[in-house]
């Protein structure tokens, strides 16, 4: 399973998977599971959300996209997130 990757679309109050809040992912690596957020800056910082969200612990929803839908999402962040520098 290394290599292999799962995409989550963070999904708040009054938001869909088609108007996210933020975006996480699961990396299957050598060594075990690394759950990661995606940050302003577009690079993945290691985050909770996944863990939280299977055990019922975070607010927000999670809802699996492909890794096309992931690649879509990330460049409408880009345009939504872009301040102008």
């Known amino acids: 399973m290394p290599d292999e990757v799962s995409y989550y679309a963070i999904v708040g109050a009054g938001r869909s998977a088609r108007a996210p809040s933020g975006m996480a992912r699961r990396r299957y690596t050598e060594d075990g599971p690394m759950d990661e957020a995606l940050r302003r800056d577009f690079t993945w910082e290691p985050d ?3 863990v939280e969200w299977e055990y019922g612990q975070v ?4 809802v699996e996209i492909s890794p096309a839908q992931a690649d879509q999402l990330i460049a409408r962040f880009r345009v939504r997130w872009d301040t102008g520098a």
């Open 48 to 50: 909770a959300a996944i």
């Open 59 to 62: 607010g927000a929803d999670l």
